[in-house]
């Protein structure tokens, strides 16, 4: 059993105070995102603390301190944890199964009575954990006593879909997401089944260091808006670098269909006249920059235009759901009625 990532961000409040929830997965799928996307839900009403466990050690959680007036051993907190503040907290133990095992014992009152040492957080606070799955080979342990007195779930991996429209959302260059959309395969799971012929993805049995993951088509992105200052063995390098060779290899033969596309000056001036690129990776590289480019209803009505002249309806549908869902677009969109009336009649799709 899988929970998705938007789930879990109302998941984790609503369990989070009384229940500590460890969430697991392959790496790179956006589990330490977490803990912004619930600052983004939630405000100002909270404390948020990351804490980084592999690399923290017990002088960075709590020490003991001699009170030489009392002779007693007194109780001084990290500052990571923010205890002067009276705010609630939410506390991301991050890789919190690759910590040492000395800390995972010092969290475990943290996790079940939501103390640091011996001082209790403020009232309402949230502690939640993230790992790698046991099976990705990574060192990731749990103590079984542990591991009975929390809340593990296993997060489900964003697919080619759900991945391109958080993309959309969030910058990433459109020749990425539409490479992704070529090859929705760069984002499945070894876990699936049938996957040990997948030359993209992180097969665990293999010593890998670059593969496809979210993370790292994400950082992908930062390769191909430079691309052009880059020499074509310095661009296949990088991208090897960050989503693996065969990877690479594929996005750079992606890559030089560019050369085909009209220029978007053209096809906004004159969207029923300008060159249709005959070669479908083509339209859809169009597609996603369209996305980008689309700043009022008028562009808008320009790019349909253009777009319904594509021959495939599958490019069609690809765009009007797309435009009907991106953040900067929908809002454009819902108000151009050719654009309207194709989601009522198409409205299963969304």
Not at 41 to 49: A, H, N, Q, S
Not at 233 to 254: D, E, V, Y
Not at 293 to 314: G, M
């Amino acid at each position: 059993m899988q929970v998705s990532i938007n789930e879990l961000r109302t998941l984790i409040p609503t369990i989070g105070e009384e229940l500590t929830p460890i969430i697991q997965s392959e790496a790179g799928c956006g589990k330490t995102s977490l803990l912004e996307m619930m600052k983004q839900d939630l405000g100002d009403k909270y404390d948020y603390v990351y804490v980084d466990c592999p690399v923290k050690d017990m002088s960075d959680i709590a020490m003991t301190i001699p009170n030489h007036a009392t002779k007693s051993l007194e109780n001084y907190n990290g500052s990571i944890f923010k205890l002067e503040s009276p705010k609630p907290k939410i506390i991301l133990l991050d890789e919190f199964m690759k910590a040492p095992k000395m800390l995972q014992v010092i969290f475990t009152r943290l996790m079940l009575e939501r103390c640091i040492g011996d001082t209790p957080l403020p009232e309402g606070s949230i502690v939640f954990g993230t790992s790698n799955n046991e099976t990705d080979g990574l060192g990731d342990t749990m103590l079984a006593h542990a591991g009975n007195r929390v809340c593990l779930l296993q997060m489900e991996k964003p697919n080619a879909k759900t991945w391109i429209q958080w993309a959309t959302d969030n910058g990433i260059h459109p020749l990425v997401r539409a490479w992704v959309h070529m090859f929705p395969t760069c984002l499945a799971s070894y876990k699936d089944g049938n996957e040990d012929d997948n030359p993209y993805i992180f097969q665990p049995k293999k010593h890998q260091l670059s593969f496809c993951s979210p993370r790292s088509l994400a950082k992908s992105s930062v390769i191909i808006s430079a691309k052009d200052k880059m020499t074509p063995n310095a661009l296949m390098c990088a991208l090897a670098g960050t989503i693996g060779k065969s990877a690479a290899s594929q996005f750079s033969a992606f890559l030089s269909l560019e050369k085909v596309l009209p220029d978007w000056k053209d096809i906004f001036d004159n969207p029923q006249t300008t060159d249709v690129p005959e070669d479908t990776n083509a339209q859809l590289m169009l597609i996603f920059q369209a996305l980008d480019r689309i700043e009022n209803a008028e562009d808008c009505r320009n790019v349909l235009a253009y777009v319904t002249r594509f021959p495939s309806r599958e490019m069609h549908a690809i765009f009007f759901t797309q435009v009907l869902k991106a953040k900067k677009t929908k809002k454009i969109a819902s108000g151009v009625k050719e654009i309207t009336k194709w989601a009522e009649e198409n409205s299963d799709l969304f």
